[in-house]
Every structure is written in C-alpha cells, then in structure tokens.
C-alpha cells in the first residue's frame, strides 16, 4: 500500500476513532491515531484469530481492526491525559 493511502486512511480511521471517544485530536493526531491504532489492532486481530496478515495489504477486516486499536488508544489517552483535550 503507497504511504500516501496510508496516511489517508489512517487519518479516517483515527478521526472516526476520536469521534466516537469524544476526543479532539486535530489533523495530525488524527493521522497518528490511526497508524498507531492499525498496529495495535493487528496485534490484537493475531492474538484473537491466530492469522498473520501482511501490515501492506488493504481489506475491510484491516480497516476494522485498525479502528478497533484506534479506539483503544484513543480510550488510554482520554485516561492519561487532561479534561483540557476533550470535546464536549
């Protein structure tokens, strides 16, 4: 997958992530949410279904459990952080 797919995608991911967890990240966290988040949900996706999938290729299970781990990290820095960071 070109990096500049990546980046899109992983700014989508991390901006629906942040969304649905009352965060507001900006543009730029976004994007790193979303990357972040793509590799703690394939972590988990191989943890969960034993399968070991390329990090380059596209599916629609990628995407979701890239939102998953997005989500995720999403809810620890909510936790770590300061009330100053969140959207009401």
């Known amino acids: 997958m070109s990096i500049i797919v990546m ?3 992983g700014g989508l ?3 629906i992530a942040s969304r649905l967890m009352s965060r507001d990240s900006g543009v730029l966290g976004s994007i790193i949410i979303g990357i972040v988040g793509s590799f703690i949900g394939s972590f988990i996706a191989r943890l969960i279904t034993g399968a070991d999938k390329s990090y ?3 599916d ?3 995407l979701f459990w ?3 781990g997005s989500i ?3 809810a620890i820095l ?3 952080t300061s009330n100053r960071h969140h959207t009401v």
């Open 78 to 80: 909510n936790a770590t």
């Open 72 to 74: 995720i990290l999403v």
């Open 13 to 15: 991911v991390g901006l």
């Open 66 to 68: 890239s939102l998953v």
């Open 56 to 58: 380059l290729a596209f």
């Open 60 to 62: 629609w299970t990628g």
């Open 7 to 9: 980046i899109i995608l």
